[in-house]
Structure formats: structure tokens, C-alpha cells
């Protein structure tokens, strides 16, 4: 066999038996190729004493329990998946992307040169070990086990250094665990599919991915893993692929689809462990680590990852319409799809549009119960005097204070305006809306995700319509808002979901549809339609303009949003006959802002 296909073969073999997937006469393979090639042993020695796993090891909490339980219960290679799995599980866990770039040089170096003698050393007194062994007909590739032991207690008898030194020197020993890192960074595990407005931190030279740390600043991504998983990753998203089967989700958004073939998928966070069973499912990671879990499809096992305290560890599994929240600690709660149905998008977009996952969020789209990306529910709305969310139209009703939104996460709740019988609560920690005009007290219509518009006692409906441009799509969204209606959003529960960016502006068009001129007639509509539109900012007015059915008359909002605001309120009022007032937010848009997460 050439070296150049050896070479190949060796990195199939040592790339299978990464992921958990090396049989046993491919292992026995690949021990027959590295007990006979010095060089490919040797290269592999160099690579790693130069690596960051070396750094690695400056970490570790007990060298002494490492070398004892790992490397000397491993010091025979042909252990099989003994080997594979102690190895692969206690050493190579070591997150090497969390490894210090902050490491004194000279004293890595001089521990590096400490550990290349002591290797040498240990290496020309091996050679009189298989000396004497081979007049017994011994493998060469077989250690003494106990002189092993002897060498490494001396060693911890030096400084820690010394001791870490001495782990590496035995485990350089080990030729397949060298190879785990010779091959780690070459190897490919995913290919990068179909994107849209996506924007990276990093440069992606091509499509072929590599095991390492990603993050999707905008838009949405397709990654497609060698095993067959398939992910759409949507920002923003800090993400880590780790083999071609498994990946770590730092922070954002993502959904899987995977095939049989593929089963055994893996997403790991800082809280909780997902493997798939051939299906499709969502994942979310916010701040603090909180995540959350739908299962559209098939089934997973879901694991909290509790490192504090192994006896509150729990594991579950989770089934088609089934949900869970987990949180720092590693607690689940069982929760139902049902309840959240459209917080994930489940397939790439196909449409421009205003709204650009990590840059814009439509307010719109959380009023159908989407995520602020196109996932909700066209014409769904919420009654402002009842709470109810619904489709359907309803003719006036009397308001009964503030009523808390429960349904919709990213939505406190409606109410609907006016000061006649007291101050007007505008959230559910109580804030007043203390410029609230008197009105009637009484709404017609539901809030709802696009403008559409229904006429009293007949079964018509009209598009609303903003300078010339209908807004009734996912693409072109809008808030439609009869007069005497309000709807307030919570800004924090939006930030919880989105950690890596701020909520900077709110932009929106407000106006009355001009299809209502349409309808009525110019002359007469003008005369004869007004309402008052207001933005709050925790109770606080920060814009408010009446408006008429006059051509042209929209007007833009344009508002900045720092850190500590927390209501976003959106209002209407008319203090005579509330009918055909067809109100409008076009474009009701939170701006975002990349911003650098705190963990």
C-alpha cells in the first residue's frame, strides 16, 4: 500500500472512530497501520505537544486521577472499544475551544521541552523493554504495564507541571489517541448548504466545514452534516460543529431534520443534551442558558447536563407535539408545542422581505404568534377588550382594563384605552398611561398580524393600504388597530431569546388605510375618519399624531430603545363613534444591534 492512500485510509478510519462509528476490524485496522508506520507515529508526537490540547491539559482539576483511570487502563492498544470509549470520553471531552490563548510562552515551552525529554527517556528505556520482550516473542507494540506505573508515580512526585507533563508523555504513547488530533482539524464534517441574507463573523472560504466554532451574525443558513442531518441554523447563533454528527449550540436558534441514517444526532448546550431518533425538531437557546425544545416530529431524548449536582440530572423523552423549557440548572419542564406553535421556522425562506433574523424583528409577525420572522399566523389577532386571540371579527366591545396576554410570549398584553373611570394600565406590572384621552371605552375589531379590514354588517373585506403599497403579507407585515385598541410588547422576553444583539429602534409607518378613502369617498372620509396614534415607552409617550383617510397623510415612527426599556406600547383613541377607523402600524419593525454576550 503507497503512503499516500495509507495516509487516506488512516484519516477514514481515525474520522469513524471519532464519531463512534469504527467497528471492530476497521479498529484492528487501523492499530495494524499505526504499529507499522514510525513516521506517521512520529508526526502525529510533533502536532501534538504543539497543539492546544496540550494547553488543554493545564486545565485539569486531578492529573493524577487522569492518568490513573484513563491512560493506564489504556496502556495496551488492543483493548478494543474499551480503549475507544475511556479515551474518547475523558480526554477528549476537554472542550478544545475553550482552551487559554492567554498562556505564558516561555513556560509552555519549557514544559513542552520537559515533556520531549522525559518521552525520550521513557522511549530508549522502551526500546530495552522490547529488546528483552521480543526473545520472549512479545508484540512490540506491548508495554509493561507496572514499570508504566512506576515511571508515572515518580513523575507526580515533581511539580503539577511535571505531572501534566508526564500525562502527555504517556499519552503520546498511545498512537490512536495522538491521531485524534492529528486528523481534528482536517477533516471535514458538514457541508454548507442554501443561505439567505445570512452574514457570518468569520469568513466562510467555502462550503466544505470543518470541526470548530461558527457564528451567524443575519439570516438563515443550511448545514447538511456527513452523516445526514440536516440543520437550518437561523441568527443569531453562536454554534460549534464538533463531528459529523454532533454539534454545541452556544447561543440562538435552530431546527433538525434528520433521517434514519443519521440517527443518534446530537446538539449539546450548556444545559442539556439532545439526541435524535430519526425526526425533526426545534432548539432555542437564550440567555442564562435558558433552552427550549419542540418535537414536530419522530422521537428525542433529552438529558440535563447539571455538572454541580449529578443527583438532580434528568433525562426524558420527548415525542411528536411535545415540548420542554431547560434552564441554568439543568431543570426541565414538560410543555406542549401547542402552546408555542410557530416559534420556529421549519424550512428556508423563499421571499425578500423587510424582516432579517440577527438585524430586524416584526412586531406583526408576534402578534400571529410568530417569532418575529414570518412564522405566524396571517390575520390572527387578539381582541383588546377580551384577551382572546382569534381570526375572527366582532363588532364593539367594552374594554375591561388591562388584560394579560398569556398565549403569545413575546406580547404582555391588550387593554383598551381610556381615562374615564380612572388611570388606563397599560402592563402587567402595573404602569400607567398617563396622557390617556377619555374615550367611549369601547373597541371594534381584533389586533391583528397584517391589515385587513372588515365593513359592518356585510360580509366585505379590504385590504389596508399605506403611500401607495398593501400590507397584508409575511414580507410586506402590519398591525391592523381600529381605534380605542392597545397592545404592549415586552422587550425583555424578545432580548431572552436573541442574547447576542440589542433592541436599538423601533421603526413603523402609522396612518389610517387608505382604502377607507376608497370606500367612503375623498371627499367625505377626510371629514369624517381621524384617530390618535401613540408609541409608549413604559407608560411613557414618545410619539402621537392624529391622523385622517386623506391620500398621503402616513406617518413615520422612528424611536430608539435602550437596554433598560421594557414596554413597548402600541395605541389607538378616538373619543366619538369608533366606527370605520382602520388603523394602521405598516412595517412595525425592532431594530437589532450585534452586541458582545456575557457568559
Excluded at 357 to 377: C, E, F, H, R, V
Excluded at 536 to 562: P, Y
Amino acid at each position: 500500500m503507497s503512503s499516500e492512500i495509507q495516509d487516506e485510509n488512516v484519516k477514514i478510519l481515525v474520522s469513524e472512530l471519532l464519531d463512534g462509528e469504527l467497528s471492530d476490524d476497521q479498529q484492528k485496522q487501523l492499530l495494524c497501520i499505526l504499529k507499522s508506520d514510525d513516521k506517521l507515529s512520529q508526526r502525529v508526537l510533533e502536532l501534538f505537544i504543539d497543539s492546544c490540547v496540550f494547553e488543554t491539559y493545564l486545565s485539569l482539576k486531578n492529573p493524577r486521577i487522569f492518568i490513573k483511570k484513563v491512560v493506564l487502563n489504556s496502556g495496551y492498544l488492543d483493548t478494543g472499544k474499551a480503549f475507544t470509549n475511556r479515551v474518547a470520553t475523558e480526554a477528549l471531552r476537554q472542550d478544545i475551544s475553550t482552551c487559554s490563548a492567554n498562556a505564558d510562552t516561555k513556560q509552555l515551552e519549557a514544559i513542552k521541552q520537559y515533556a520531549r525529554d522525559q518521552l525520550q527517556a521513557f522511549l530508549e528505556e522502551q526500546k530495552e523493554i522490547q529488546r528483552l520482550l521480543a526473545r520472549k516473542k512479545q508484540p512490540f507494540f506491548l508495554f509493561d504495564i507496572d514499570l508504566i506505573t512506576k515511571k508515572t508515580l515518580s513523575f507526580i512526585r515533581f511539580t503539577k507541571k511535571a505531572a501534566i507533563a508526564a500525562v502527555i508523555s504517556l499519552c503520546i504513547l498511545s498512537t490512536v489517541f495522538l491521531s485524534f488530533h492529528y486528523y481534528m482539524s482536517n477533516r471535514i464534517v458538514a457541508t454548507l448548504g442554501q443561505t439567505f441574507n445570512a452574514k457570518w463573523e468569520q469568513k466562510i472560504e467555502n462550503t466544505e466545514l470543518h470541526i470548530g466554532k461558527m457564528k451567524l451574525l443575519e439570516g438563515y443558513a443550511a448545514v447538511k452534516f456527513k452523516k445526514g442531518a440536516e440543520v437550518i441554523i437561523q441568527a443569531p447563533s453562536s454554534f460549534n460543529l464538533k463531528s459529523s454528527n454532533k454539534m454545541f449550540m452556544e447561543t440562538g436558534w435552530v431546527t433538525a431534520k434528520v433521517p434514519p441514517a443519521a440517527k443518534g444526532f446530537e446538539i449539546q448546550t450548556s444545559s442539556s443534551s439532545v439526541i435524535d431518533y430519526g425526526t425533526e425538531f426545534g432548539l432555542m437557546v437564550g440567555n442564562e442558558n435558558l433552552s427550549e425544545l419542540h418535537v414536530f416530529d419522530g422521537k428525542i431524548s433529552l438529558t440535563s447536563n447539571d455538572n454541580s449536582n449529578s443527583s438532580k440530572k434528568q433525562q426524558l423523552w420527548l415525542e411528536h407535539g411535545q415540548a420542554a423549557t431547560i434552564d441554568a440548572n439543568g431543570h426541565i419542564d414538560r410543555e406542549n408545542v401547542a402552546d408555542r406553535p410557530r416559534l420556529f421556522i421549519r424550512n428556508m425562506p423563499t421571499s425578500e422581505g423587510i424582516i432579517v433574523p440577527g438585524k430586524t424583528l416584526s412586531l406583526a409577525d408576534m402578534i400571529g404568534g410568530g417569532n418575529g420572522l414570518g412564522t405566524g399566523i396571517l390575520n390572527q389577532g387578539i381582541d383588546p377588550a377580551t384577551g382572546q386571540v382569534t381570526i375572527l371579527r366582532k363588532n364593539s366591545t367594552s374594554g375591561r382594563g388591562f388584560i394579560p396576554q398569556t398565549d403569545m410570549i413575546f406580547i404582555d398584553g391588550v387593554f383598551v384605552p381610556d381615562s374615564s373611570n380612572g388611570p388606563c394600565i397599560v402592563t402587567t406590572t402595573g404602569i400607567e398611561f398617563s396622557d390617556c384621552p377619555k374615550t367611549n371605552g369601547k373597541s371594534y375589531e381584533i389586533i391583528a398580524n397584517a391589515a385587513m379590514f372588515c365593513i359592518e354588517g356585510f360580509n366585505e373585506y379590504h385590504d389596508g393600504r399605506l403611500n401607495g403599497r398593501i400590507y397584508n403579507t409575511a414580507y410586506n407585515p402590519s398591525i391592523s388597530i381600529h381605534a380605542n385598541s392597545g397592545i404592549t410588547f415586552d422587550l425583555d422576553e424578545i432580548r431572552s431569546f436573541m442574547p447576542d444583539v440589542e433592541v436599538v429602534r423601533f421603526r413603523a409607518l402609522c396612518g389610517v388605510s387608505e382604502t377607507l378613502s376608497e370606500y367612503l369617498g375623498a371627499e367625505t372620509a377626510p371629514k369624517i375618519v381621524d384617530m390618535d396614534f401613540w408609541v409608549l415607552i413604559d407608560g411613557k409617550t414618545r410619539f402621537t399624531k392624529r391622523l385622517t383617510a386623506e391620500l398621503s397623510q402616513a406617518a413615520q415612527i422612528d424611536i430608539q430603545i435602550n437596554q433598560h426599556d421594557r414596554f413597548l406600547t402600541l395605541a389607538t383613541t378616538n373619543p366619538s363613534n369608533i366606527s370605520m377607523r382602520w388603523g394602521m402600524f405598516a412595517e412595525p419593525i425592532l431594530e437589532l444591534k450585534k452586541t458582545e454576550t456575557k457568559r
